[in-house]
């Protein structure tokens, strides 16, 4: 009986002409030399990206040593199609490397520089055909050089473990990329170059001189660099939202929810639609992978004063309303707020407080970071408590910079303390009051937020004492910077602090925490510790006046902080403290690479890592 013709029949499925090509390609067969025109065609049809990268990722390493030769020629061909420049085949090959690179790279090979290569272009023709790819960045077109640079981005992050990265390194490719920077026209095409350079400058600069950093050195055009700072200042901003995006923190004014929360009726105000803790999960996946050019952006202020003057000083550009310096400080802070929750953010918080350790040890712009000149205002995480002090309007750089520190020191306290964070936090603080005391510049600051963690920390030092004597890394590299900093702010206070009530509540915390301070001092076994002594001495002082008083019935038994401020103003006739300058407490150790080496090379690895991330989600 023939089918009825009103029966709907099953519609054919039609295979695009480019698949069909990929599995001719891929096909398991002996080694087939496909024609010109096979290739002709290839590079002619727009490609299937996705197609290409699942067959890709379908097969494993070994797989794609047994498809050897289908793999060379692709490669081959496409580097060809490349130099002969002619659209639209130039452009489809690119696009295609691009997938190919980001796919074949990614396998996990047991001989990876060897295997590679003999997947790519085997031995006897790997450096006539790496010589020639790595060249073309040179282009005349300005979205075939794009292109270009994606598949740079995609070889040298797939290959960075291996010797191929050395053909970028061999020649120079610094002019090409700057000029491609200056040319661009948006965000993402100056992004890009300088996520390239980023890697670039990485590869191997502990083992011998990096041509790039040399570059990075002796660059000194400005509107090149204030193109490449305005460019920063949108990726961190579009960074920074994705934060937003998962929980939306922006400091609120009074209304009813926290109306009735002050007064101690918060059951009863709105729930809100997500909280911190059910947002905890979403933020360990954060910074997204764009953060791998903040690699880049440290290795241009260590390697040039002149990019870091012109990253705190660049104005706002046309259409935002923060300046990238704010960007930087607001993205800097998101990261380390949520440090704790994974490697990767720790590592990328470690390099940002790195970079502005940089650029605080530079006299001229340290100073000028003190000063109203470098007035601005700043976003800050607030997605956990406790919440920094709202401040409505602009403040020195500096300010922002301590809040960034003290909202880290508050937000990473765990048992298995990561010293080197809190190291990296301490020493900004501690720059910044030395500039500060020196200059006798006095910085518009909630002080007493300050004063009182980094009396938490020290509280926190001397309570898990036992436990974080066992750690890997010393603690003593943290309480030695930690009780220079509260030395410092008590011989040297009153040339920084806006009045003498601030000063009074840094002597009402020190006294109130005496106990704790001789807690460090036993615990940590501190000999001759000029730091301590002081601050144990300070204590002891007003704990002997009070009570003195107290036995002379002067005062109750249990004081309140009226009779306590009274009793430290009263004294500061008998208080002796020592120079700062003769005790060393305004000195530091200056910014040494070298001495980084295991962060640095493990934040190199972080951002290769993203960056392939970034190459996959191209589109």
Known sequence: MEASPLVQQARPSFQPKISQLYDQLLKDEDETNHTEGY??????????KAGLQRRLESVDAEGLLHFQHETQQLFLHAVRQIQCGKAPGDEVALETLTVFLAAVLSKRYTNPSSDIITVLA???????????????????????RQKAIEVALSLTSGAYQTSLVSYFTHRDLFPSLMKYIQDSDTIIRAFEPFLLLGILVNYNKFEYRNPYRLRLEDFVNESTIQKIISGLGSIFAQSRQKYAAIFEDVAEGWNLSSTLTYIGLGVLAPIKAITPAAASEDNKELPGPEAAVLLATYDFANANKLFCYNLITCPTTSGTSETPFSAYLSFTSYILHHAYRSPRATLYGLLNLSTLRIILEDVLLCKNLCTPDSA????????RQPYL???????????????????????NLRRRLDVDLYVACIIPVHRLLCCLSQNHTPLPYHWSTLWQSLIALLRFLANYAPDLSTQPTDVHTLLTPLLRTIALAIVSGTAFLPNPAAYDDLIYKLVENGETLTKVKTSYTLVDNTPIDILVAVSNHYHGILEQEKGKGIMSKNLNPREVGRVIRSGYDTLVLPNAEGMALDGWDKWREGDERGMLKRVGRVAV???????KELK
């Open 39 to 48: 290739w002709s065609e290839f590079f002619l049809l727009r490609p299937d």
């Open 122 to 144: 085997g031995l006897d023709e790997v450096d006539a055909i790496f010589s020639e790819s790595s060249g073309r960045l040179t282009l005349d077109t300005v979205d075939v």
């Open 376 to 383: 601005l205002s700043v976003r800050f995480c607030r997605q």
């Open 389 to 411: 002090p709202v401040v409505s309007g602009t403040r020195p750089g500096a300010a922002h910079i301590i809040d960034i520190a003290v909202d880290a020191i508050n937000h």
């Open 609 to 615: 890592e993203d960056v392939r991330r970034w190459v």
